[in-house]
């Protein structure tokens, strides 16, 4: 046992990458279950603050950026979902894990999308950060999970650049539009920093991760970079992100920024957001409504293969 | 009734004169269901030209613990190779 850790942890450290048959830690694969999952989930119920505001677009070109990146999240679940289950569990299993409340799902999705310029402040801040950290994760040490932030990655750029766009026009639009847009990024800039996880003191997963390669960069150094790339994108959509202590360091060559209120994170992620009720049910209603048509389709398949094999006999 | 529907595994081919190549899996209930959701997920950019489905449970894998028997007797095996053969410089197109 000792033994297979050890030439399990020398394959890693050589930048070998794991494939879903090969020998592996009970543990590894546990946390790749976790990851892999919670990150699915989070692209699923990340659907639903956006889908708040398909019918209510203010163009056309808007609806169907909107409906297709949205479609894509849809996509990226499914692309995960599919990773975690060469690791040995059902999609029935990962469902139920999500609605009991078992699993976790990024808390930025418990916050509400209050007007129209939360569809930008969305993809360009949270898409933005999803990608920092995804970015990371296509040189994770799990072949399935690599494979999947590949594809995941080539289609978030555009989610990003869709928010942005749409910041930018409200911010060259009249006072009002770009005071909503100011609005927007004042919600939106504190979730978005917690999008990585409690700081690296306090975040009890990080060194096994880091020496798994499951996880390849740490939460405050994902964080300061998300900070310092977000902060010039800003200055030129002429709106200030909500902090009086953020100013640029010349001597750590990163900006400083203020205390990011973790009690706060704590309680949405306990349950306490502001949509964790509102998003769940959805969630839920979705898989339980529509479980008639899950099993109508199993009855339909079935009743045609027994066709064909009643036309195989006779024949 | 709660039944799981199969997992298939997806094979799209770029574009013609490429093979097919695996690019994931989804769940379906049978194939005309399986070449849709694969066309909707995994198409979405103009990624295929043809799409081929197979349920899972019909591949057959080899056992990457017996890795060392399967592929190891390659190794040694130099001379399948061109540069395994030392000719002059002066012969040309060889
Ligand atoms: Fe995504
Ligand atoms: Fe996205």
Redesign the pocket.
């Known amino acids: 046992m000792q033994d297979l850790e050890k030439a399990f942890q020398a394959r890693i450290d050589a930048g070998e990458v794991i494939e879903p048959r090969d020998w592996m830690p009970e543990k590894y694969r546990k946390t790749n279950i976790r990851q892999i999952s919670q990150h699915a989930h989070s692209?699923v119920v990340?659907m639903l603050p956006e889908g708040n505001w398909i019918t209510r677009a203010p163009s056309l070109r808007r609806k169907v950026a909107l409906l297709a990146?949205i479609q894509?999240?849809a996509g990226?679940g499914l692309y995960l979902y599919s990773a975690a289950e060469t690791l040995g569990i059902s999609r029935d299993e990962l469902y139920d894990q999500l609605h009991t409340g078992k699993a976790k799902y990024s808390s930025i999705f418990n916050y509400p999308s209050l007007t129209w310029a939360d569809m930008g402040a969305i993809?360009w801040l949270?898409?933005g950060a999803?990608i920092v950290n995804q970015v990371m994760l296509t040189r994770t040490s799990f072949g399935p999970y690599a494979r999947a932030m590949v594809r995941i990655c080539k289609?978030?750029s555009f989610?990003?650049r869709q928010g942005y766009e749409i910041m930018l026009t409200l911010c060259k639009g009249t006072e009002v539009q770009k005071q909503m847009a100011q609005d927007a990024l004042n919600r939106w800039w504190w979730p978005s920093l917690m999008m990585f996880g409690p700081p690296d003191a306090e975040s009890t997963h990080t060194e096994q991760s880091m020496k798994w390669r499951i996880k390849r960069k740490s939460n405050d150094e994902l964080r300061q970079y998300f900070i310092d790339m977000t902060i010039p994108q800003a200055e030129v959509l002429g709106i200030t992100v909500p902090d009086p202590d953020l100013k640029w360091n010349e001597e750590r060559g990163h900006y400083d920024f203020g205390e990011i209120d973790w009690d706060e994170f704590w309680q949405v992620v306990k349950g306490h957001g502001p949509c964790n009720k509102q998003r769940l049910d959805a969630r839920k209603n979705a898989w339980n409504e529509g479980e008639w048509v899950r099993d109508a389709a199993v009855a339909y398949a079935e009743k045609q293969a027994n066709k064909q094999e009643q036309i195989a006999v006779a024949g | 009734m709660k039944k799981e529907w199969p997992i298939w595994e997806v094979f799209i081919r770029t574009k013609n004169g490429l093979e097919h190549r695996h690019v994931g899996s989804l769940h379906a209930t049978d194939s005309k269901m399986a070449i849709e959701n694969a066309r909707d997920v995994y198409t979405r950019r103009q990624e295929g030209v043809s799409i081929w489905v197979v349920e899972s449970k019909y591949i057959s894998a080899s056992n990457p613990d017996n890795g060392e028997e399967l592929f190891d007797p390659a190794k040694d095996k130099a001379y399948r190779h061109p540069t395994f053969y030392k000719l002059p410089d002066e012969v040309k197109h060889m």
Request: hydrophobic letters at 15%; proline letters at 0%.
């Open positions: 692209e990340g990146k894509d999240e990226h993809g949270v898409d999803a289609e978030e989610h990003q």
